[in-house]
């Protein structure tokens, strides 16, 4: 089989960090060029095993810039692109939307450019060595805004998004889908619940529980904790993408989730009482640090995936079940902090 030359963006970030070194390991005819500008939410060790890997490429640089993703897909022969790269976090969003909106909407707009000029010569037309070459969008299960007590969102599930970011998305969403139907852009697009697992960013709720924890400090969860995630364990959110990028039906669009729902409450006990059982504090429980602060405005109270369309296509489903998926985390960051 011929190599194939893939881009992929914002590779030094969370998900993307866990997805290349697991897609280079599986398919040993892929060359991967990481682009990622190296915000806070990028850290380029975490790519630290892909140091001598003579597959792998690292690219310090912005999607913003047309010129610079115009160079990466002509010295590189790129012929496929999974899109990462995002400003991801609610509340920065809330403070500040400008970069939102200039990272995840300009530059998808960027990346669907470049890869419409350098794999296409006229809509509907792909030029010769590069008809199976597709953008695949990653997304979020927030551009659906929030869900009741009951209910699945699932492919067919109107958009509604409530923050900065999650609007940032959807419009991306529907770039993507519309480079599809005006110009016949071979691209699939996935939106997935929340993720979690090692290289996640300290920011993020279960780090930040577990950072705050050992540090003695006060765990701040917002209003009383009952909203609610369905969460999936980044290595099962990896094949995932993995296998909609290959197998994928273009044009389409597939949810994935863990099957896993909590409320912010159960996922504060359930890692403080990871932590009394394998690192105890001398004095009483971490639980003890447990405390309540005012609630995001426009906080979306439910998230939760119906992932039968993936399931039935392509055969993918989450297979880390969340209590050892959890263990496995805690453990990861127990390394980290201490």
Same mark, same amino acid.
């Given at each position: ?19 290349? /070194? ?5 398919? #040993?005819?892929?060359?991967? %060029?990481?682009?990622?500008?190296? +915000? &806070?939410?990028? =850290? ?119 923050? /900065? ?5 959807? #419009?991306?969403?529907?770039? %993507?889908?519309?480079?599809?139907? +005006? &110009?016949?852009? =071979? ?152």
């Amino acid at each position: 089989m011929a190599n194939k030359n893939i881009l992929v963006t914002g590779g030094a970030g969370f998900i993307a960090s866990n997805f290349i /070194p697991f897609f280079l390991k599986e398919n #040993a005819n892929y060359t991967v %060029v990481n682009l990622d500008k190296l +915000t &806070y939410a990028g =850290n380029k060790d975490n790519l630290i095993e892909l140091e001598n890997n003579d597959r792998y490429k690292f690219i310090k640089g912005d999607i913003c810039n047309a010129a610079l993703v115009l160079d990466i897909f002509e010295k590189n022969e790129i012929n496929g692109l999974i899109h990462f790269a995002a400003e991801s976090h609610v509340d920065n969003s809330i403070d500040n939307p400008e970069n939102f909106i200039r990272t995840n909407i300009n530059g998808t707009f960027v990346l669907l450019e470049m890869a419409r000029k350098c794999w296409m010569d006229a809509p509907h037309k792909y030029k010769k060595g590069f008809e199976d070459a597709r953008f695949h969008h990653i997304s979020t299960d927030e551009v659906y805004g929030s869900l009741g007590n009951k209910g699945f969102f699932n492919e067919k599930t109107a958009y509604a998004p409530n923050s /900065p970011y999650s609007a940032s998305k959807a #419009a991306s969403d529907f770039l %993507v889908r519309s480079y599809h139907h +005006t &110009y016949g852009l =071979n691209v699939v697009t996935s939106n997935c619940s929340n993720n979690y697992g090692p290289k996640q960013h300290d920011e993020k709720l279960i780090p930040t529980i577990i950072r705050k924890a050992l540090a003695k400090e006060s765990i701040p969860i917002y209003g009383d904790g009952s909203n609610v995630r369905d969460w999936l364990f980044v290595e099962d959110h990896c094949k995932g993408i993995a296998t909609i990028f290959k197998n994928g039906e273009s044009g389409e669009t597939y949810l994935l989730g863990g099957s896993s729902e909590r409320t912010n409450m159960e996922i504060v006990n359930s890692i403080c009482e990871i932590l009394d059982a394998n690192y105890p504090k001398r004095d009483g429980s971490y639980k003890e640090q447990i405390t309540f602060v005012k609630d995001r405005p426009g906080h979306d109270l439910r998230y939760a995936v119906d992932f039968a369309k993936v399931k039935k296509e392509l055969g993918w489903f989450p297979k880390e079940d969340f209590k050892s998926g959890l263990k496995k985390t805690v453990a990861w960051y127990l390394k980290k902090y201490t």
